[in-house]
């Protein structure tokens, strides 16, 4: 089991950056691959950026949403258990909830919801216009 807290989240302008937090429980971290999602109100849960199990040392691969590439980063940190999403450039449209994930099943490729194992509760980021 493997519990996901995500923080970072607020207010910023748009064109402006946040940077989202995402700290795991257990001792295994680097065995699962990590995602973040967004659910906008009253419109679906949708794929933003994961990264897969390990890091460097296997190749672990990173995959964006189109629409943040070349804004967003995520990267993650297997000593401090924890996963971030810089994001940058940000606008109106990607005010959601922003939530974190954790896939357990050594997969490639994790980029929808059915993937994920274990979720976070998710913090809020308000774009304005």
């Known amino acids: 089991q493997v519990q996901l807290v995500e923080s970072g989240g607020g207010l910023v302008q748009a064109g402006g950056s946040l940077r989202l937090s995402c700290a795991a429980s257990?001792?295994?971290?680097?065995?699962?691959?990590m995602g973040w999602f967004r659910q906008a109100l009253g419109k679906e849960r949708e794929f933003v950026a994961a990264i897969e199990w390990g890091g460097i040392w296997n190749g672990a691969r990173i995959y964006y949403a189109d629409s943040v590439k070349g804004r967003f980063t995520i990267s993650r940190d297997n000593a401090k258990n924890t996963v971030y999403l810089q994001m940058n450039r940000l606008k109106p449209e990607e005010t959601a909830l922003y939530y974190c994930?954790?896939?357990?099943?050594?997969?490639?490729?994790?980029?929808?919801?059915?993937?994920?194992?274990?979720w976070g509760q998710g913090t809020q980021v308000t774009v304005s216009s």
């Open positions: 994930a954790a896939d357990k099943d050594l997969r490639a490729r994790p980029v929808t919801t059915e993937d994920y194992d274990y």
């Open positions: 257990g001792r295994t971290f680097s065995r699962y691959a």
